[in-house]
């Protein structure tokens, strides 16, 4: 009217834009996001609210319709190269009309803000909730935050943000026009630099410049494209033969540079390959020259080749992942090293490839676990799942799988020791157990009171805390209860904990478990009362029963049941027993666990053969049980290290062999972990007198006689 604008007001946003009907049902807006929606609409809807009517209860309807196209499920780094394209064809279009004094499309200005803020928001918006917000400035200090973007960098581009804001209204005050591009006239341009709270339009401009220079500069660190290797044809290209790969294989310092060319032929011809969508056939083809070239820089190049063909063959298929690696060649670098060291680890990285996310920031994958900070982050990941038990499932799975990737980074790079490492790998089970007995009590059909008097009782490699990388869970589980239902509730409980636990869906599993070492093993109650158990462990339960109870400990539940338990633990070891008794069993156990691993191949197993493991177990295990009526302190679940020390300084045994036979496991553990990073499957042998044994059968002799 006369009076000017109430709103400017654009609607070509809506499905099919121009031509497009003004008003669509939830139905046809699903059907359009689903099977026609555009990648600039991705970015678009991240800003979408409903203005009106407010409070209507079908807003979280429209909202879970639309959330699933702007955020994906799946860590979607093919985000980056869609908004680079987007932002090309903006710039064309800067060019074209030569708009760059446009604060808003010009380099350095409103677009690219918002853009580098919005890439991260459909990168990971699907898994981390608390990226799904609206205001620019409020994800940019969410990025910080999550450590995405440092916080200089976040201040500086909220800081450009906000003066582009401001000088954008008053470049529209001006003659009330929906414009971002900088006045001509010089008495608009005094005004503006005034209005803005300069002296004059050169001071202005000064600021202006400084602002987009560095808001340009962070655009190009995020969205510069990717370097390419020189001569890649060289390497890699349709119908490259063996004869032209092999030597230059060799020339790069491959040793066995004919298996390793067969390899990648093998992959150029095999089915996945050809089968893939151009666009990640496209990606593959400039990955793969720079991986041969990353592998010729470590000590193996060919067994590391192998493997990284392996996980790419793997992850192939999910385009995302690809573009991870096309658009961050420092993961690529950190990836490398990771396989070459271990071929578990390359394993794990193609059974998890979300995991790949984790290389991109060394400072965060070399740090020690928080574990309070690690929960509280899980308990909000879960409570955003909105009780829906498949995504928390998934959610425990995934956070399992990035803590223990994070441990296996830092193990690689020599900043774990073995000890340390194990006591991360327990406290994370630990953690993970709370969280699946929490899980399975609340969404339990039939509950009789609200907290359950319910606990997960630890055995074995997590009684010790001694878990490796792949370690199943010894698990009991115990109640204290007299309601009539307890015994019902309970049960199903402890099934419904087990198959959380132990059940394969696309994500993995969380553990392997085995609840054989409860009372009356597999034939017995899945769970027991405290008092039945107090009666087995002390009227029915075999010595090897007891072995075992010096590792047990409470690790998830009511701690009142956990006392109970740890309280029957110690009446039970403390037993006076016959020694020589205790040794016939001792030694019957060990000679039948000799004969269940028989070794024939003329190796030292070094686990289970004499002078192994198992034989220090068994001797610490016989040390407690023998002498823990006189000395109380033998029951605590310090480990075996810790316990030989306390035998050898209670004069249970000679201090000097204890000592001797302590570092001896330590270097028994180290081995062990150290062949299961690169093969997780064989029995861990070794060339007989590569290990000095002598401690270990000394003191087998000290105890129990010549074997």
Same mark, same amino acid.
């Given at each position: 009217?006369?009076?000017?604008?109430?709103?400017?007001?654009d609607?070509?946003?809506?499905?099919?834009?121009?031509? +497009?009907?003004?008003?669509?049902?939830?139905?046809?807006?699903?059907?359009?996001l %689903?099977?026609?929606?555009?990648?600039?609409?991705?970015?678009?809807?991240i800003?979408?609210?409903?203005i009106s009517?407010?409070?209507h209860?079908?807003?979280?309807?429209l909202?879970?319709? !639309?959330?699933?196209?702007?955020?994906?499920k799946?860590?979607?780094? &093919?985000?980056?190269?869609?908004?680079?394209?987007?932002?090309?064809?903006?710039?064309?279009?800067?060019?074209?009309?030569?708009?760059?004094?446009?604060?808003?499309?010009? =380099?350095?200005?409103?677009?690219?803000?918002?853009?580098?803020?919005?890439?991260?928001?459909?990168?990971?918006?699907?898994?981390?909730?608390?990226?799904?917000?609206?205001?620019?400035?409020?994800?940019?200090?969410?990025?910080?935050?999550?450590?995405?973007?440092?916080?200089?960098? %976040?201040?500086?581009?909220?800081?450009a943000?906000?003066?582009?804001?401001?000088? @954008?209204?008053?470049?529209?005050?001006?003659?009330?026009?929906?414009?971002?591009?900088?006045?001509?006239?010089p008495?608009?341009?005094?005004i503006?630099?005034?209005? $803005?709270?300069y002296?004059?339009?050169?001071?202005?401009l000064?600021?202006?410049?400084r602002?987009?220079?560095?808001?340009?500069?962070?655009?190009?660190?995020?969205? &510069?494209?990717?370097?390419?290797?020189?001569?890649?044809e060289?390497?890699?290209?349709?119908?490259?033969?063996?004869?032209?790969?092999?030597?230059?294989?060799?020339?790069?310092?491959?040793?066995?540079?004919?298996?390793s060319?067969?390899?990648?032929?093998?992959?150029? !011809? &095999?089915?996945?390959?050809?089968?893939l969508?151009?666009?990640?056939?496209?990606?593959?083809?400039?990955?793969?020259?720079?991986?041969?070239v990353?592998?010729?820089?470590?000590?193996?190049? *060919?067994e590391?080749?192998?493997?990284?063909?392996?996980?790419?063959?793997?992850?192939?298929?999910?385009?995302?992942?690809?573009?991870?690696l096309?658009?961050?060649?420092?993961?690529?670098?950190?990836?490398?090293?990771?396989?070459?060291?271990?071929?578990?680890?390359? @394993?794990?990285?193609?059974?998890?490839?979300?995991?790949?996310?984790?290389?991109?920031?060394?400072?965060? $994958?070399?740090?020690?676990p928080?574990?309070q900070?690690?929960?509280?982050?899980?308990?909000?990941?879960?409570d955003?799942?909105?009780?829906?038990?498949?995504?928390?499932?998934?959610?425990?799975?995934?956070?399992?799988?990035?803590?223990?990737?994070?441990?296996l980074?830092?193990?690689l790079? &020599?900043?774990?020791?073995?000890?340390?490492?194990?006591?991360?790998?327990?406290?994370?089970?630990?953690?993970?157990?709370?969280?699946?007995?929490?899980?399975?009590?609340?969404?339990?059909?039939?509950?009789?009171?609200?907290?359950?008097r319910?606990?997960?009782?630890?055995?074995?490699?997590?009684?010790?805390?001694e878990?490796?990388?792949?370690?199943?869970?010894?698990?009991?589980?115990?109640?204290? *209860?007299?309601?009539?239902?307890?015994?019902?509730?309970?049960?199903?409980? +402890?099934?419904?904990?087990?198959t959380?636990?132990?059940?394969?869906?696309?994500? +993995?599993?969380?553990y392997e478990?085995?609840?054989?070492?409860?009372?009356?093993?597999?034939?017995?109650?899945?769970?027991?009362?405290?008092?039945?158990?107090?009666?087995?462990q002390?009227?029915?339960?075999? %010595?090897?029963?007891?072995?075992?109870?010096?590792?047990?400990?409470?690790?998830?539940?009511?701690?009142? %049941?956990?006392?109970?338990?740890?309280?029957?633990?110690k009446?039970?070891?403390?037993?006076?027993?016959? /020694?020589?008794?205790?040794?016939?069993?001792?030694?019957?156990?060990?000679?039948?666990?000799?004969?269940?691993?028989?070794?024939?191949?003329? /190796?030292?197993?070094?686990?289970?053969?004499?002078?192994? $493991?198992?034989?220090?177990?068994?001797?610490?295990?016989?040390?407690? /049980?023998?002498?823990?009526?006189q000395?109380?302190q033998?029951?605590?679940?310090?480990?075996?290290l810790?316990?030989?020390k306390?035998?050898?300084?209670? +004069?249970?045994?000679p201090?000097?062999?204890?000592?001797q036979?302590?570092s001896l496991?330590?270097?028994?553990?180290?081995?062990?972990?150290?062949?299961?990073?690169?093969?997780?499957?064989? =029995?861990?042998?070794?060339?007989?007198?590569?290990?000095?044994?002598?401690?270990?059968?000394?003191?087998w002799?000290?105890?129990?006689?010549?074997?």
């Amino acid at each position: 009217t006369g009076d000017g604008y109430v709103f400017r007001v654009d609607m070509r946003l809506r499905p099919y834009g121009d031509s +497009g009907p003004l008003v669509t049902s939830f139905a046809a807006l699903e059907e359009y996001l %689903v099977s026609q929606g555009r990648e600039w609409e991705r970015y678009a809807w991240i800003k979408a609210r409903v203005i009106s009517p407010a409070e209507h209860p079908q807003i979280a309807e429209l909202s879970k319709l !639309a959330q699933p196209f702007v955020f994906r499920k799946y860590l979607d780094f &093919g985000a980056i190269d869609s908004m680079r394209k987007l932002h090309a064809q903006i710039r064309q279009e800067v060019q074209r009309r030569d708009l760059f004094n446009n604060i808003k499309l010009g =380099p350095g200005g409103i677009r690219e803000i918002e853009f580098t803020a919005q890439v991260f928001q459909l990168i990971r918006g699907g898994r981390d909730a608390e990226l799904r917000i609206r205001p620019t400035q409020a994800a940019l200090q969410q990025l910080a935050i999550n450590g995405l973007l440092p916080a200089p960098v %976040v201040a500086d581009l909220d800081t450009a943000y906000v003066f582009l804001r401001n000088l @954008e209204h008053r470049l529209q005050y001006l003659d009330d026009q929906q414009t971002q591009e900088l006045p001509e006239k010089p008495e608009d341009r005094q005004i503006i630099a005034e209005t $803005m709270g300069y002296a004059d339009y050169a001071a202005l401009l000064d600021d202006l410049n400084r602002h987009r220079a560095l808001v340009n500069q962070q655009f190009e660190l995020i969205f &510069g494209a990717p370097e390419e290797v020189q001569d890649e044809e060289q390497f890699w290209r349709e119908g490259i033969s063996a004869e032209e790969l092999q030597p230059r294989l060799e020339k790069l310092g491959y040793r066995a540079a004919n298996d390793s060319a067969q390899r990648l032929l093998q992959l150029q !011809a &095999g089915s996945r390959y050809r089968q893939l969508p151009e666009l990640s056939r496209q990606r593959l083809d400039k990955l793969i020259p720079q991986f041969i070239v990353l592998c010729a820089q470590q000590t193996n190049p *060919d067994e590391t080749l192998s493997r990284l063909l392996a996980l790419l063959e793997g992850i192939s298929r999910r385009a995302s992942y690809l573009a991870f690696l096309a658009e961050y060649p420092q993961a690529m670098q950190r990836l490398t090293r990771m396989v070459s060291a271990s071929s578990w680890a390359g @394993e794990y990285m193609t059974q998890h490839p979300a995991l790949l996310d984790e290389l991109l920031d060394a400072r965060e $994958m070399y740090q020690p676990p928080q574990w309070q900070q690690i929960d509280r982050n899980l308990q909000s990941r879960l409570d955003d799942c909105g009780g829906d038990a498949e995504r928390q499932l998934d959610v425990l799975r995934l956070v399992q799988q990035e803590q223990t990737f994070q441990l296996l980074a830092m193990d690689l790079q &020599g900043l774990l020791p073995l000890e340390k490492l194990s006591d991360h790998l327990s406290d994370l089970a630990d953690l993970l157990l709370r969280h699946v007995l929490k899980l399975s009590w609340a969404t339990a059909r039939k509950r009789h009171r609200e907290e359950p008097r319910f606990a997960i009782i630890a055995y074995g490699k997590l009684g010790g805390k001694e878990l490796s990388y792949a370690s199943d869970l010894d698990l009991i589980f115990l109640y204290d *209860d007299d309601h009539p239902d307890a015994q019902e509730n309970y049960a199903r409980l +402890g099934q419904r904990i087990n198959t959380m636990l132990s059940s394969y869906t696309s994500s +993995g599993r969380l553990y392997e478990t085995d609840l054989r070492l409860r009372p009356n093993g597999a034939s017995g109650l899945l769970v027991s009362t405290v008092a039945a158990f107090a009666e087995y462990q002390q009227q029915q339960a075999w %010595v090897w029963e007891h072995q075992a109870l010096t590792r047990a400990r409470f690790c998830a539940g009511d701690t009142g %049941v956990g006392a109970a338990f740890e309280d029957i633990r110690k009446k039970v070891l403390c037993q006076p027993r016959e /020694l020589a008794t205790l040794r016939e069993e001792i030694l019957a156990m060990r000679q039948k666990m000799l004969d269940g691993h028989p070794n024939d191949t003329g /190796l030292f197993d070094i686990k289970h053969d004499r002078g192994g $493991m198992v034989d220090i177990e068994f001797m610490v295990q016989y040390l407690v /049980l023998g002498y823990a009526h006189q000395h109380p302190q033998l029951t605590a679940n310090i480990g075996n290290l810790a316990l030989l020390k306390l035998a050898g300084e209670l +004069g249970l045994i000679p201090v000097e062999l204890a000592g001797q036979t302590k570092s001896l496991y330590r270097i028994l553990r180290q081995i062990q972990h150290r062949i299961r990073l690169n093969d997780s499957l064989s =029995p861990c042998r070794v060339n007989p007198g590569e290990i000095d044994v002598t401690a270990c059968n000394k003191l087998w002799e000290e105890l129990f006689g010549k074997p």
